[in-house]
């Protein structure tokens, strides 16, 4: 089994800062991309920003310039740095990690239980 856990999340003032961290566990063999996704009241969820392993990143345009992900392979961890925060980022984020288990070859996706996210204007 493998279990991702995010933290970090809050309430801000738009313009605020916040950075929000995944941690995998589990019978992980290896990870190949991790991601967070948000998801809005009403809203289908949305990539934020993608990472893969090789550290290669891709971001929504509407958190260009704003945000920042990272990861540290060595401890099955990521991180999303996120600047200038403001209203329309508020949302429940969650992380997404596609991993191969150390039960087989395949990879999978799996989710995190979301953290919320609260910009006040």
């Known amino acids: 089994q493998v279990q991702l856990v995010e933290s970090g999340g809050g309430l801000v003032q738009a313009g605020g800062s916040l950075r929000l961290s995944c941690a995998a566990s589990g019978s992980i063999f290896s990870i190949n991309a991790m991601g967070w996704y948000r998801q809005a009241p009403g809203t289908q969820r949305e990539l934020v920003a993608r990472?893969?392993?090789?550290?290669?990143?891709n971001y929504a345009d509407s958190v260009k310039g704003r945000f920042t992900i990272f990861r540290n392979n060595t401890k099955n961890t990521m991180f999303l740095q996120m600047n200038s925060l403001k209203p329309e980022d508020t949302a429940v984020y969650y992380c997404?990690?596609?991993?191969?288990?150390?039960?087989?070859?395949?990879?999978?996706?799996?989710w995190g239980q979301g953290t919320q996210v609260t910009v006040s204007s």
């Open positions: 990472i893969i392993s090789g550290g290669i990143t």
């Open positions: 997404n990690a596609n991993v191969r288990s150390t039960m087989g070859y395949a990879f999978y996706n799996y």
